[in-house]
């Protein structure tokens, strides 16, 4: 991986994730899960979960950044429908940067990518993602790029984890 501490936004395409990228977007839920909860996700599952995206096109997809031959960030997209707007809100999850790349307009490029998908689509009526409370970074990130706190709590019953 490149130490480049500030690239040039340039240098970073983003596009939409195929099945060979798969080892790239398991290793860095890997990392975000140890990094962000402590957690070791277990390989085979989280490899089965990543290949079924690929192979499940209503689950959603999943975006790479790259600089160069090197995949430095991903996320995965998926779908909420909602009744009252008659249209879908995508949900931006999984969102991970190679430490070497953060704060360098690498999130930055991916974000852009999807608002480009919902605007240019009229079924689509916004995008939402959870952040944890402590994460004042990303909220900042995401405050900048236009996105708001929602008037919601997330709650949830984990089967798996």
């Known amino acids: 991986m490149s130490t480049n501490p500030r690239p040039d936004q340039s240098q970073i395409m983003v596009r939409r994730a195929?099945?060979?990228d798969a080892e790239h977007i398991i290793g860095f839920q890997q990392n975000m899960a140890m990094e962000t909860e402590g957690?070791?996700?277990d390989p085979a599952l989280i490899a089965a979960g990543v290949a079924a995206v690929f192979e499940s096109d209503d689950k959603g997809f999943y975006l790479v950044a790259e600089s160069g031959e090197q995949v430095v960030g991903s996320l995965l997209v998926t779908y909420e429908w909602s009744d009252w707007r008659n249209a879908t809100f995508l949900w931006i999850q999984s969102v991970y940067v190679h430490a070497n790349w953060r704060r360098t307009?690498?999130?930055?490029?991916?974000?852009?990518?999807v608002n480009a998908i919902a605007t240019s689509r009229d079924d689509i009526c916004g995008i939402r993602l959870y952040v944890e409370?402590?994460?004042r970074i990303a909220q900042q990130t995401y405050n900048n790029l236009g996105m708001s706190e929602a008037h919601y709590y997330m709650y949830e019953v984990d089967f798996v984890l």
């Not at 307009?105 to 990518?113: E, I, L, P, S, W």
């Open 18 to 20: 195929a099945p060979d």
């Open 39 to 41: 957690k070791t996700l």
């Open 105 to 113: 307009g690498v999130y930055t490029a991916m974000h852009g990518h």
């Open 133 to 135: 409370h402590e994460n």
